[in-house]
């Protein structure tokens, strides 16, 4: 899994990365819980599901909205998710994986 933070507007932090084990992208933005101190809330969060966001122009829409993002972010994404192509969910992850879904993945 990787993981890009970005900072935005009023506050607001953008999460983005490849998360290998649902073969997708996310995108979490959060910002400063009102009601609790020294907390954030998660507003926007996409990528929770197998192959929700399958490019990183995907995430990067979802997240552009939020905060400036580099020019290369792209292509960083891109270079993450290639990193993982050779590795496999163990036992416990592909268990976990048909709980969760009603299938492997």
């Known amino acids: 899994m990787s993981r890009h933070t970005f900072a935005g507007t009023a506050g607001v ?5 490849w998360d290998r084990p649902l073969d ?6 959060s910002r400063p819980d009102p009601e609790d101190e020294g907390e954030r809330e998660t507003f926007v969060w996409e990528g929770t599901s ?3 966001l399958p490019t990183a122009a995907a995430a990067i ?5 939020h905060a400036e993002l580099p020019a290369d972010l792209g292509s960083t994404l891109e270079t993450d998710r290639l990193k993982t192509l ?5 036992p416990a ?6 709980q969760r879904f009603g299938r492997d993945l």
């Open 50 to 52: 197998p192959r929700e």
């Open 24 to 29: 997708t992208f996310y995108v979490q933005v």
């Open 13 to 17: 932090s953008v999460a983005i990365g």
């Open 61 to 65: 829409a979802v997240a552009a909205s």
């Open 86 to 90: 050779g590795s496999f969910d163990g």
């Open 93 to 98: 992850q592909a268990a976990m994986k048909r």
